[in-house]
């Protein structure tokens, strides 16, 4: 009788949040005589994401991956308590977040706002809801299906020798690149800032202490394990301004860029080395409980202040003459924001800390798709950061010196003649405000983010008074959200090169075995620490020579990820149902691919690489031109043989479709035998 009653009261309810999604987007889409609350951006989202959790991920999980409770997962089988650990779902969830969501989300909207609001607030909405969270969904239970393989050897197996052959140097190449840029953002963020960097040292030994509590001390007892951390972690926070407030401490906690990177060098390897129920996941864990309850709180203060977008819907530079990068919406604002609407990176985390950790495949709907959809939310707050502020504040934050002007009052003056009033008094009072010299030039989208959230906070609590309080602990929130993408990143590189390394001495491909643990793990530090410690050292070398080809080299990897996911699926007999994953792929196909030709070959010096080394080469010869000339021929040619390495995974996929399809090739996959768990059946 209660179920007879609860269905149409269901119908009702999902049909009113259907409606109001539809109204808001429209609004948000349509809208265009004057500016809009920045609500309902918060409401189309809300309502796209929760319609598309409780419909689409549940016809995915019905129909195509067929969850099963009863099925015994890696964690269960293969438990060692170093890399394979039966986990709570919580703090699967916590760290599988804190893995995927690192600046990307934070730092791409921003920077695609130069738009307006609406392409980027359209893509991460749709993107995240039928692309990015359907990949991390798809990847993670077919990981969990074959012993929490790495998206790699699942490509070598799955597509053949040399599709997997090829997708092993394509991936482990573009997830150097991506750890060495990641970590160069971190020492960038950290660097002379106390507070930062006290409050992001002490949340480690917190989660040391967290993991022990829950191996040792309390096993099981999450709830007392959350709160405990959760107070720990706002001590670290308040410590962290004490301490940089105290002309004792802070200069302690003040580093250079060569100590960090050391330290993050160190640190990374211990992460990757030691059991994951020490350090990782704990420490993911707790840095959720930061992430998520800022992006709780900036949402509860939009809703409370309700701030205007200032910024158009549409700006002047979808002619791609853009400030802040050159290049039209399409493809570039597809390249900008990966992380929020889909990202290559979170299927490597989806195929290699997280599998090893789930308890049931239930719960790979839930971190799956539900972790993806809460990094979206986070773009969605972040376009919403950027957009509060003035479009003239906006650019000048965002805009680089050498296309606005070396002055104040240059910059001023270009940025007033586009149409976006901006007064030097006026940057000089918000500078003023956030503790700052000046934020003219502060480009990246990091800066430009923390100065909206602090408005945002500011406004709803505490007052201007605070704004700097708010700006400072903005900028320490990226830095967390940035330093947790490491140390999960080298762990995953870790599995994959013992995957690979496997094939030609076996116990190398033990993840339990401590020697391959110290020696891999050493080899994947050796590799983005190389070109880290050079960026730190050189401005125009290591990491920096190759920082251009971060989104397209994300991208990329999706495209890897998304092909190996439809192989899976036609195997699986679910061929009616592949444009799930294949639909995605060809608009990820198209977006990256044009990309990559306008990057190499596109006669702007601004958007081509060769193109940029050419106009360099016309000009005065000195050392350092020499060098960015290098950087630009050597980014091209990069460009070219990643888009080369996964043409050709697509096209070996590709046959392996074909040649199912047409009955050819025989439909198997290779999953591991089924094992009836042995846990007890969890009650709801």
């Not at 967290?210 to 096993?219: A, D, E, F, Q, V």
């Not at 060569?258 to 390897?269: E, H, M, N, P």
Request: charged letters at 10%; aromatic letters at 10%.
């Amino acid at each position: 009788m209660l179920d007879g009653m609860n269905r149409p009261l269901s119908i009702v309810l999902w049909g009113l949040v259907s409606l109001l999604a539809a109204g808001a987007t429209a609004v948000v889409a349509m809208h265009r005589s004057e500016p809009i609350n920045a609500l309902w951006l918060v409401v189309a989202a809300t309502c796209c994401y929760a319609l598309g959790y409780r419909f689409y991920s549940k016809f995915i999980a019905a129909k195509i991956l067929a969850l099963d409770s009863l099925r015994a997962t890696p964690a269960e089988r293969l438990e060692n308590g170093r890399d394979f650990l039966v986990t709570n779902k919580w703090v699967v969830f916590g760290h599988h977040f804190a893995a995927i969501a690192g600046p990307g989300p934070l730092v791409g909207p921003v920077l695609a706002s130069q738009f307006g609001y609406l392409p980027g607030t359209l893509w991460v909405l749709a993107g995240a809801v039928f692309a990015g969270c359907v990949q991390d969904f798809v990847i993670l239970l077919f990981s969990v299906r074959r012993d929490g393989k790495s998206l790699t050897e699942m490509a070598k197996e799955e597509t053949g020798a040399v599709g997997g052959i090829v997708a092993y140097a394509a991936v482990i190449a573009i997830l150097i690149i991506l750890l060495a840029v990641v970590a160069l953002v971190v020492v960038n963020a950290l660097k002379d800032s106390p507070w930062g960097t006290f409050t992001i040292a002490m949340t480690i030994p917190i989660a040391l202490f967290m993991g022990l509590y829950l191996r040792s001390i309390r096993p099981g007892k999450v709830l007392e394990v959350s709160v405990l951390g959760f107070i720990l972690v706002l001590l670290a926070i308040w410590g962290g301004q004490w301490v940089s407030q105290s002309s004792a401490l802070a200069p302690v906690f003040t580093l250079r860029a060569q100590t960090l990177a050391i330290s993050i060098i160190v640190y990374a390897f211990a992460a990757s080395a030691v059991p994951v129920w020490l350090l990782l996941a704990p420490r993911d864990y707790l840095s959720t409980f930061v992430k998520l309850g800022t992006i709780g709180l900036l949402g509860i203060g939009i809703v409370a202040v309700h701030p205007t977008l200032h910024m158009p819907a549409l700006s002047r530079f979808v002619d791609g003459s853009g400030p802040v990068f050159a290049g039209k919406i399409f493809p570039f604002a597809f390249i900008t924001i990966a992380c929020g609407a889909i990202s290559g990176f979170h299927s490597l985390i989806s195929s290699g800390t997280t599998p090893k950790l789930i308890a049931r495949e239930t719960e790979t709907r839930m971190v799956g798709y539900g972790a993806m959809m809460a990094e979206s939310a986070v773009a969605v707050m972040a376009i919403v950061a950027a957009c509060v502020l003035q479009p003239g504040v906006y650019f000048a934050i965002n805009s680089p010196a050498g296309i606005v002007g070396q002055t104040a009052a240059a910059a001023t003056a270009t940025i007033s003649n586009w149409g976006f009033p901006v007064t030097a008094d006026e940057m000089q009072a918000l500078a003023h405000a956030v503790g700052e010299q000046t934020l003219f030039n502060r480009t990246g989208g990091a800066p430009a983010f923390a100065v909206g959230m602090a408005h945002i906070f500011s406004q709803s609590l505490g007052g201007g008074t605070v704004m700097a309080l708010w700006y400072h602990f903005a900028v320490m929130f990226e830095a967390l959200f940035i330093l947790t993408i490491l140390d999960a990143g080298t762990r995953v590189a870790r599995f994959m090169i013992q995957d690979a390394l496997g094939h030609i001495y076996k116990p190398l491909g033990r993840t339990s075995w401590y020697p391959s643990i110290l020696f891999t793990s050493a080899l994947i530090v050796a590799a983005w620490g190389y070109f880290l410690w050079q960026g730190v050292k050189d401005p125009l070398g290591g990491i920096n020579s190759l920082w251009p080809l971060f989104g397209i080299a994300n991208q990329l990897l999706a495209t890897v990820a998304l092909c190996v996911a439809t192989t899976i699926i036609i195997k699986m007999h679910r061929a009616r149902y592949a444009a799930v994953t294949l639909v995605p792929l060809i608009w990820l196909v198209a977006v990256t691919f044009t990309a990559s030709w306008h990057k190499i070959f596109d006669p702007n010096p601004r958007v081509g690489f060769l193109a940029q080394a050419q106009a360099l080469a016309h000009g005065p010869v000195t050392s350092a031109t020499a060098r960015l000339i290098f950087n630009n021929r050597l980014d091209a040619l990069v460009t070219a043989l990643l888009l080369l390495m996964v043409t050709l995974v697509l096209f070996e996929s590709a046959r392996q479709w074909i040649g199912v399809l047409s009955g050819r090739k025989e439909a198997r996959v290779k999953e591991s035998p089924f094992v009836m768990t042995r846990l007890a059946e969890e009650r709801a």
